[in-house]
């Protein structure tokens, strides 16, 4: 079964640094792996999705690197801004459902 | 080419009502995954659905919850008698057919019992 952890829970931050959020999984025959960005009561943004091919997708300031052998991925965003204050979550797909980590808390604060 | 719709947004029900929660998937996307977000809790898989076939149903409680996508028209889940723990917000996601499709999700309905 599928575990994905993500460390840490919370992260604050000032505006302008450039910052990497963690998500460990346990079984490494994943399909993909996707992050995701909510913001309260909101629902989910797709942000990039990491192919079991791929070590690695970049859009704008956000990059994700995928090791399936060591079960982890990175989520990193540079020169963070205000707006990117939200949850990130990384999901592994592992067939029929993507199993979902518990999320990190952002605050970038101006 | 519009989202993952659902709705309504949001949905009040008495304890032993019916709450009925719709999802119409991207253009072109014929899965259809139904997560649950329990207050201040991570997303649970509930339930995996292709046209007219329930293709993995692990994630759904044995009683009162049932989902189904049907040959035409939105996919529908249903909770029969509510009871206040299933207060939560429901999120519906769409993918295009294959296995490493990327998955795309609704805003959420959010269900409060009272």
């Known amino acids: 079964k599928q575990e994905v952890t993500q460390i840490p829970a919370a992260l604050s931050v000032p505006e302008g640094e450039n910052l990497v959020l963690n998500c460990s999984f346990t079984?490494?025959?994943?399909?993909?792996l996707q992050w995701f960005r909510q913001d309260p009561g909101k629902g989910l943004t797709s942000l990039l999705l990491?192919?079991?091919?791929?070590r690695e997708q970049t859009s704008g300031r956000l990059n994700a690197s995928l090791d399936k052998s060591s079960g982890r991925s990175t989520l990193y965003i540079a020169a963070s801004q205000p707006g990117d204050s939200a949850t990130y979550l990384c999901?592994?797909?592992?067939?029929?459902?993507?199993?979902f980590g518990g999320g990190t808390r952002l605050m970038v604060k101006p | 080419n519009a989202g993952v719709m659902q709705n309504p947004r949001h949905l009040v029900r008495r304890r032993g009502q019916e709450a009925r929660l719709r999802c119409s998937p991207m253009?072109?996307?014929?899965?259809v995954y139904w997560y649950r977000q329990l207050p201040e809790e991570g997303l649970k898989f509930m339930v995996y659905?292709?046209?007219?076939?329930?293709?993995?149903e692990s994630g759904m409680p044995k009683e009162r919850f049932s989902a189904e996508f049907p040959k035409e028209g939105p996919s529908i889940l249903r909770i029969q008698q509510v009871v206040r723990g299933d207060s939560a917000a429901y999120f519906c996601?769409?993918?295009?057919?294959?296995?490493?499709?990327?998955?795309?999700f609704g805003e959420g309905s959010r269900l409060t019992v009272l």
């Open positions: 990491i192919q079991s091919s791929q």
């Open positions: 253009k072109g996307h014929s899965h």
């Open positions: 659905l292709q046209k007219e076939n329930i293709i993995d």
């Open positions: 996601a769409s993918s295009p057919p294959g296995i490493q499709g990327e998955l795309f």
């Open positions: 999901a592994g797909n592992a067939g029929n459902m993507l199993t």
């Open positions: 079984d490494s025959a994943i399909y993909n």
